[in-house]
């Protein structure tokens, strides 16, 4: 299983913008599938943007228009950018390739917006 490493979050206005990454350990070329989750206390880990090898992309429809993920095979990193933050977006965020049933979650990336 390819190791995952988030970071970018933060504290940040509603309205603002942050940009996560996703570090792996080995290329993600040959990966078909690459998600990023966001999971608030007390609530269920949804699925908020995916992305397939061959560039196609689906959001959920809380994010969409608003945030963006994206691929750089050379720095084996998947990005989510995030801009026109609201405060109902605070959450941990994660990524992981799919399905993730089994597979391991890392710490995450914490992402506060405040009003």
């Known amino acids: 299983q390819v190791q995952l490493v988030e970071s970018g979050g933060g504290l940040v206005q509603a309205g603002g913008s942050l940009r996560l990454s996703c570090a792996a350990s080995g290329s993600i070329s040959s990966i078909n599938l690459m998600g990023w989750y966001r999971q608030a206390p007390g609530k269920q880990r949804e699925l908020v943007a995916l992305?397939?090898?061959?560039?196609?992309?689906t959001y959920a429809d809380s994010v969409k228009g608003r945030f963006t993920i994206s691929r750089d095979n050379a720095k084996n990193t998947v990005y989510l950018q995030m801009n026109s933050l609201k405060p109902e977006d605070t959450a941990g965020y994660y990524c992981?390739?799919?399905?993730?049933?089994?597979?391991?979650w890392g710490q995450g990336t914490q992402v506060t917006v405040s009003s």
């Open positions: 992305s397939t090898s061959g560039g196609r992309t």
């Open positions: 992981n390739t799919l399905p993730t049933l089994g597979k391991r």
